[in-house]
C-alpha cells in the first residue's frame, strides 16, 4: 500500500484530486475482461490454497461471527448480531421488511412498509436493499410512496429486503480492512474511491448519443443503456447532468481509483475501533460514504455495510492500475484470507461445509435473478 498522506499538510491537495475530471487513462488493460479470464488465475490460486491448507471452504472461518464467514448468502440484517455500539453508531439507520408470502396490494404493502419506516426514523428519500445479495443488485433510491409501493410489490415473496437512510454525501469508498487472529492490530489493506458517471446535455444529443461519445462510457454502455430504458432517447438541456449509476458497483458502470495514499493515523484509528467492535471480524470491506476527503482521512464516515469473506480489495480497478500490480494484490489478499482462517481452525472451530456454502451461493444467485428491475 501507497504511503500515507500527513492530514493537515495535503486535505487540501487531496481534496483536488477528488473534484478533478477523471485521468486521460479511460481504461486498464483489463478493467472490463471477461470475468472468467481475470480471475482464472485465482481459481487456480484458490485449488492449490484449499490442498494446501486441507479444506475447499476454510476461509468461511475468516470471520466467526459472519454466516459461513461472509463469503456468500449471508443475511446483511444477520450481521447485525454481530455488530457492537461503536459500529453501530456508524452505520446509517435501517429496517428490514419481509415481504408478504402471499399476493398483497400494492397500498397495502406501501402501508406496511412506511409505517416500519416511521418507527425506525426514516423519512423518503430512502435506499432499498435485498437483505441477500451482492454487487449492488435490486438496490434503488426510492423517493416516494408510489415507487415503494412498486419495489415491495415486486419483490420476491417472503423475502427480505432493507430500506436505509440515504446518506446525502457524495464521497463513497470501499475500506478493506484486516487483522491476523491474536493481533493488537489490524491495518488498512486497501481503499477504494467511487465515482458515479454521470453525462451532461448539450442541447442537442440524446442521453444514448453523450454516452457513446464518452471515451470510457461507450465500452460499456450497453450497461447504461439497459437500465435507462426510453431515457436513453431523451435530449438533455444545456448544462443538465444525468446520473448514469446509483450505486458505486464496478460492475453496474461505477468508476473507481486507487485511494491508499490517503490513508492516515486518523483514518486507520477509526476504522481499528470500528473493526473490533464487531465480533470475531479479521477480513472485510466497509462501504462507506463521507462529506469530502479531508473528512475521510479524518477518520469520519459513514457505514452503509459490511462485506466479509466474499471482498475484494477493489482499487485494482482503477484504470491506472496494471495487470500485474492487481494479480499481486489479489494473490496476497487470497494466502491472507486462508491464513486468518488456518489460524481460526487452529483454535478448534471448523469451517462451513462446502455443500451448504454452495447452497447459500445458489440461493443467493436465484434470489438476484428475481429481485426488481429499475423502476
Known amino acids: 500500500m501507497s504511503a500515507a498522506v500527513p492530514l493537515a499538510a ?3 491537495r487531496a481534496e483536488l484530486v477528488w473534484l478533478a475530471p477523471p485521468r486521460p487513462r479511460v481504461q486498464s488493460s483489463f ?36 454466516e459461513a464467514g ?33 399476493a398483497v396490494a400494492d397500498e397495502f404493502a406501501a402501508a406496511y412498509c412506511i409505517a416500519a419506516m416511521r418507527n425506525a426514523g426514516l423519512r423518503f428519500p430512502v435506499v432499498a436493499k435485498p437483505d441477500i445479495g451482492c454487487q449492488g443488485t435490486g438496490v434503488r433510491l426510492l423517493h416516494n410512496r408510489a415507487e415503494l409501493a412498486r419495489y415491495a410489490a415486486a419483490f420476491p415473496r417472503g423475502e427480505r429486503f432493507i430500506l436505509q437512510r440515504w446518506v446525502r454525501e457524495e464521497g463513497e469508498a470501499g475500506i478493506f480492512y484486516v487483522r491476523r487472529p491474536g493481533s493488537p492490530r489490524g491495518s488498512i489493506f486497501s481503499v477504494t474511491l467511487k465515482y458515479l458517471p454521470s453525462v451532461t446535455g448539450d442541447g ?40 448514469l449509476v446509483f450505486t458505486g458497483n464496478h460492475c453496474k458502470g461505477a468508476v473507481f481509483r486507487d ?52 471482498s475484494e480489495a477493489t482499487h485494482i480497478w482503477d484504470p491506472a492500475t496494471g495487470l500485474l500490480q492487481a494479480y499481486r494484490t489479489l494473490f496476497a489478499q487470497y494466502r491472507l484470507l486462508f491464513e ?17 456454502l454452495f447452497r447459500l451461493y445458489r440461493r443467493q444467485q436465484r434470489l438476484m435473478a428475481a429481485y426488481p428491475q429499475e423502476l
Open 70 to 102: 461472509g463469503m456468500c448468502g449471508e443475511s446483511k440484517t444477520g450481521l447485525l448480531a454481530s455488530f457492537g455500539p461503536a459500529c453501530r453508531e456508524r452505520l446509517a439507520p435501517f429496517v428490514t421488511i419481509e415481504a408478504p408470502a402471499g
Open 259 to 310: 485511494g491508499c495514499r490517503y490513508v492516515t493515523p486518523r483514518l486507520e484509528a477509526e476504522v481499528e475501533r470500528v473493526a473490533r467492535s464487531i465480533a470475531g471480524f479479521h477480513f472485510g470491506r466497509f462501504d462507506v460514504r463521507f462529506a469530502s476527503l479531508a473528512a475521510l482521512m479524518d477518520g469520519k464516515f459513514t457505514i452503509l455495510e459490511v462485506n466479509g469473506a466474499g
Open 204 to 243: 442537442r444529443s440524446t442521453v444514448e448519443e453523450l454516452i457513446r461519445a464518452d471515451p470510457r462510457a461507450r465500452r460499456i454502455a450497453h450497461i447504461y443503456l439497459s437500465r435507462l430504458g426510453e431515457e436513453r432517447r431523451r435530449v438533455l438541456s444545456s448544462g443538465d447532468v444525468l446520473r
Open 340 to 356: 486468518i482462517a488456518a489460524a481460526n481452525r487452529a483454535r478448534g472451530l471448523r469451517p462451513t461445509p462446502w455443500r451448504d
Open 10 to 12: 495535503d486535505a487540501a
Open 31 to 66: 478493467e472490463f475482461w471477461p470475468r472468467w479470464l481475470f480471475y482464472f488465475p485465482f481459481i487456480v490460486q484458490w485449488t492449490l490454497l484449499a490442498i494446501r491448507y486441507r479444506s475447499l471452504s476454510l476461509p468461511t472461518l475468516a470471520n466467526l461471527e459472519f
